[in-house]
Nanobody
Framework: VQLVESGGGLVQAGGSLRLSCVAS????????VAWFRQAPGKEREFLAS????????SYADSVEGRFIISRDNAKNVVYLQMNNLEPEDTAVYYC??????????WGQGTQVTVSS
């Protein structure tokens, strides 16, 4: 499984960013994907997940209503649309895929910095 994130950058508070995760296992199959983030000095935090078909999503309370997870299986891409960003959203954002019931595979991360 390979996961490659992109779309991070510097944005002002109140702005938006859309992150992308190209998720592939080499067979063309779709699988569940989640987004996490880790801020300096803090533990990795779950943000959102989406099932293989895109019909079921789950969000952390901290981002529900501001972040939207979606996917385009034709392109093997999972998106995280982030709106109304706050300085507290500054972190490295990762996408992950499961194995044996755990989030096992991880991308390299993409930095998001929100200025006040």
């Amino acid at each position: 499984v390979q996961l490659v994130e992109s779309g991070g950058g510097l944005v002002q508070a109140g702005g938006s960013l859309r992150l992308s995760c190209v998720a592939s296992d080499g067979s063309g199959s779709s699988f569940a994907v989640a987004w996490f983030r880790q801020a300096p000095g803090k533990e990795r935090e779950f943000l959102a997940s989406i099932n293989w078909g895109g019909h079921s999503t789950s969000y952390a309370d901290s981002v529900e209503g501001r972040f939207i997870i979606s996917r385009d299986n034709a392109k093997n891409v999972v998106y995280l649309q982030m709106n109304n960003l706050e300085p507290e959203d500054t972190a490295v954002y990762y996408c992950a895929a499961p194995n044996m019931g755990e989030w096992h595979y991880w991308g390299q991360g993409t930095q998001v910095t929100v200025s006040s």
